[in-house]
């Protein structure tokens, strides 16, 4: 898809670029537990634009910082409105994690929607922390003090996660979407998600699965222990105005429906 700076910095000065909301549940009973945001371009002709095609764009022009306050703006607001004990995960890119006033855009971006930083969590990923491993650490740590949530995005992928996870005080994994897309049909994918879970809770995190989409791999998630995932299985990202009516709809209560060895060993490591 083929949009131009010209167009980029229209979005981005006319404010057009907007949160969406993927959900994320816990596995072991399916119930909602937090939203994670995702960025939407609302082109004129072309529709939804995905943020693969245009952020890049946005650093180009050197107007991320724009656009990252304007999107944490709409979606604290937003979330402000959601019930309290849902969270609320914001991805920051490399780019954005060379901005020493990051913290401060966040603190002030929560204050003023009334959204209470113990339920953000900002998800950090592998190649931003590469990029800058001491200033890294410095926002991570100013972070955590301020009562944010970290989670390390994409692990896995990155050439030193092991380190990272002693160096920065994350408080959940994602397991990167293309193992969970090979689990059913490569043992080996299914031995490494088991190993990251496995290495989650022997560390005290919370693994999370990104890209869930059959009941297949749903049910060998559980088995390993891991407790939340998000994924089209769940929902696609939704707009704001969406929200409501996926907070009334009931859980979908697929443990019952498990084998009793999985069953009980879902249970257990809840």
């Not at 002030?108 to 969590?121: F, K, N, S, T, Y």
């Not at 972070?143 to 970290?150: F, I, Q, S, T």
């Not at 080996?188 to 190993?195: F, G, M, N």
Request: aromatic letters at 4%; charged letters at 20%.
């Amino acid at each position: 898809m083929l949009v131009n700076l010209a167009e980029v910095r229209h979005a981005v000065e006319s404010d057009a670029i907007v949160p969406c909301f993927q959900p994320v549940v816990d596995l072991r009973s399916v119930r909602l537990v937090g939203f994670e945001v995702l960025t939407r371009w609302r082109h004129p002709t072309l529709g939804l634009i995905l943020p693969k095609n245009f952020i890049q764009l946005t650093e180009e022009l050197g107007i991320i910082g724009i656009l990252t306050r304007q999107i944490l703006r709409k979606a604290f607001r937003s979330a402000a409105m959601l019930p309290g004990r849902l969270t609320l995960a914001v991805n920051v890119s490399p780019i954005q994690l060379r901005f020493r006033s990051l913290p401060t855009q966040i603190r002030e971006a929560a204050e003023v929607a009334g959204l209470p930083l113990e339920r953000l969590i900002i998800e950090i990923t592998e190649s931003a922390i590469l990029d800058n491993e001491e200033l890294a650490l410095t926002i991570a740590r100013e972070l955590k003090e301020m009562g944010c949530h970290l989670a390390l995005d994409d692990f896995g992928t990155g050439y030193a996660s092991l380190r990272h996870l002693l160096a920065l005080p994350f408080d959940q994994l994602k397991v990167d979407r293309s193992f969970i897309q090979q689990m059913t049909l490569r043992p080996e994918s299914r031995k490494i998600v088991s190993a990251v879970v496995g290495l989650g809770k022997s560390l005290g995190l919370t693994t999370l699965a990104e890209g869930v989409e059959t009941a297949e791999q749903e049910a060998m998630l559980l088995q390993v222990g891991c407790i939340l995932a998000q994924g089209w299985l769940y929902g696609r990202p939704l707009a704001m105005d969406q929200i409501p009516s996926m907070l009334a709809a009931p859980p979908r209560a697929i443990l019952p429906q498990l084998p009793a060895l999985m069953r009980k060993r879902a249970l257990e490591a809840g």
